[in-house]
């Protein structure tokens, strides 16, 4: 009798481990892995009279509804502040992830007298490093071989 309690409770126990759901497979990134929060980084960009190379940046991340879509605030500046007297923030940003491919990303720049939009795609990194190549025009020109970086 006891033989068959053991074999039946370990028959269980494989079965329920065995049919338990992995909702986030490997290498998926979701909302509950720390992708909405304050970031720092720098931004690279090449202008036709100039180029900027690690210019200091900053974004406050926050979850949506769709746990792949991500809105913040974006400031050129390492402190969550704007730069330019353009208000509370120096523009918004969204992006959509797919496992950890962004495959999505859009700053609509709102520094004063010189608005824009930036458009791109990237990755995140399993430090949670996030790297977006992007491309886009402001008041300065159109800007190419862009580089953002949020750690």
């Known amino acids: 009798m006891r033989k068959t309690v053991w074999l039946l409770a370990s028959l269980l126990i494989a079965l329920n481990s065995s049919c338990k759901s992995d909702d986030n497979a490997e290498g998926e990134v979701t909302n509950g892995q720390g992708i909405a929060r304050n970031y720092q980084g720098t931004w690279s960009s090449t202008l036709p009279s100039k180029t900027y190379e690690n210019l200091a940046i900053s ?6 509804d769709d746990p792949k879509v991500f809105k913040g605030e974006f400031f050129f500046s390492a ?8 208000g509370e923030n120096d523009g918004l940003l969204t992006f959509e992830i797919d496992g950890k491919t962004v495959t ?3 700053y609509d720049d ?18 949670g490093k996030i790297t977006i190549n992007f491309s886009g025009s402001d008041c300065e020109g ?3 071989e862009g580089l953002l970086i949020f750690r």
């Open 59 to 64: 974004a406050r991340v926050n979850e949506t």
């Open 104 to 106: 999505k990303f859009r």
């Open 79 to 86: 402190t969550l502040t704007s730069c330019c007297n353009s």
């Open 110 to 127: 709102r520094v004063l007298s010189c608005s824009g939009i930036f458009e791109g795609t990237g990755s995140i990194g399993d430090d």
């Open 142 to 144: 159109e800007h190419t």
